[in-house]
C-alpha cells in the first residue's frame, strides 16, 4: 500500500500563498493520479485538485480554480499544491490522496482515494 507524507503546512495571512508537497512511496508513483482533499472544522472532507498519473490532466473545485495549482515531479515521486491568493475560507486540513487504481480517469469521490495524514493551513483575516 502506498504511504503519503505531507509537508508545508503553515498559518498565512489572506491573500498570501503556500505550497504544500506530499512524497509518496510503496508503489509506482507515475502510473497513479494524486489529488488534494481538505476538510475544514465542521464540514465533510471536500475535493480540492486532482492531476493524473502522467501530468496532462487536472481538474479542480470551483472554489479553488484560478487560485490553486496541483503539480508533480515523477521523478520525485512528489504532488504539490500551489494555493494562491488565500482566504479564510480556505482554512482546513489538507489531506494529500493517491488513486486506489492505476491509470484512470479523473475522480472527485474520495473513496478512489488512499489517504495522506493531513496537514493544517490557516489562513488569517
Known amino acids: 500500500q502506498v504511504q503519503l507524507v505531507e509537508s508545508g503546512a503553515g498559518l498565512v495571512q489572506a491573500g498570501g500563498s503556500l505550497r504544500l508537497s506530499c512524497a509518496a512511496s510503496?508503489?509506482?508513483?507515475?502510473?497513479?493520479?494524486m489529488g488534494w482533499f481538505r476538510q475544514a472544522p465542521g464540514k465533510e472532507r471536500e475535493f480540492v485538485a486532482v492531476?493524473?498519473?502522467?501530468?496532462?490532466?487536472?481538474l479542480y473545485a470551483d472554489s479553488v480554480k484560478g487560485r490553486f495549482t496541483i503539480s508533480r515531479d515523477n521523478a520525485k515521486n512528489t504532488v504539490y499544491l500551489q494555493m494562491n491568493s488565500l482566504k479564510p475560507e480556505d482554512t482546513a486540513v489538507y489531506y494529500c490522496?493517491?488513486?486506489?487504481?492505476?491509470?484512470?480517469?479523473?475522480?472527485?469521490?474520495?473513496?478512489?482515494?488512499?489517504w495522506g495524514q493531513g496537514t493544517q493551513v490557516t489562513v488569517s483575516s
Open positions: 490522496a493517491a488513486a486506489r487504481l492505476p491509470r484512470t480517469i479523473l475522480y472527485r469521490r474520495e473513496d478512489n482515494y488512499y
Open positions: 510503496g508503489r509506482t508513483f507515475s502510473t497513479y493520479n
Open positions: 492531476i493524473s498519473w502522467s501530468g496532462t490532466n487536472t
